[in-house]
């Protein structure tokens, strides 16, 4: 069964970089079926998709967060990362990590259960 | 982007009742079209991918249809453990939007 985890601060102070790590287990980061994906939750609001990250570091952001995203992967520690720089209030989300299926539909099979991140001074 | 449009918001419903919930998207997206599951506190969970194709492990109470823009999440025989907030996400273009989502009650 494949589980991912979300680690990271829970308070980022106003302009500083927002870092969260998702730790997968069950299955290879490495695989090349699978994307690696970052998604947010305003408090209150709908999912916002932050984009994905390939197992060879391909990546894909959405326009509205691109100029401040940047995703890795580790494949020697089967993890992949999220750094989103310059952080106001309302990037103030719970954030999850999350698989997809590459090729075909690129439906999300796996979700993690999220991280609450505020961002406050 | 595409947007993505969810009715109800929220629906009152009973045990053993059978509901619909629907998903427009702004423009076609063919069948681009998965349905999630989200419980307070744990991980959303698949449950259709490709507008109708049931996900693994995913009791058949739970079908889905539709195709271009307007699609369909039913749930059959409701249970206690079906009350939760489903949300539809386009995976047609990136940024792969989301429904606001509807949170199914017990009424």
């Known amino acids: 069964q494949v589980q991912l985890q979300e680690s990271g601060p829970g308070l980022v102070k106003p302009s500083q970089t927002l870092s969260l790590t998702c730790s997968v287990s069950?299955?290879?980061?490495?695989?090349?079926?699978?994307?690696w994906s970052w998604i947010r939750q305003h408090p209150g609001k709908g999912l916002e998709w932050i984009g994905y990250?390939?197992?060879?570091?391909?990546?894909n952001y959405n326009p509205s967060l691109k100029s401040r995203v940047t995703m890795s992967v580790d494949t020697s520690k089967n993890h992949f990362s999220l750094k989103l720089s310059s952080v106001t209030a309302t990037d103030t989300a719970v954030y999850y990590c999350?698989?997809?299926?590459?090729?075909?539909?690129?439906?999300?099979?796996?979700w993690g259960q999220g991280t609450l991140v505020t961002v406050s001074s | 982007d595409i947007q993505m449009t969810q009715s109800p918001d929220s629906l009152s419903a009973s045990v053993g009742d059978r509901v619909t919930i629907s998903c427009r998207a702004s423009?076609?997206?063919?069948?681009?079209l998965n349905w999630f599951q989200h419980k307070p506190g744990k991980a959303p969970q698949l449950l259709i991918y490709?507008?109708?194709t049931l996900q693994s492990g995913v009791p058949s109470k739970f079908s889905g249809s539709g195709s271009g823009t307007d699609f369909t999440l039913t749930i059959s025989s409701l249970q206690p453990e079906d009350f939760a907030t489903y949300f539809c996400?386009?995976?047609?273009?990136?940024?792969?939007?989301f429904g606001q989502g509807t949170k199914l009650e017990i009424k």
């Open positions: 999350a698989r997809g299926r590459w090729g075909s539909y690129s439906e999300i099979d796996y």
């Open positions: 069950g299955g290879s980061i490495n695989n090349i079926g699978y994307y």
């Open positions: 990250i390939y197992y060879n570091g391909r990546t």
């Open positions: 423009r076609s997206i063919s069948n681009y």
């Open positions: 490709a507008a109708s």
């Open positions: 996400q386009q995976s047609y273009s990136t940024p792969h939007t």
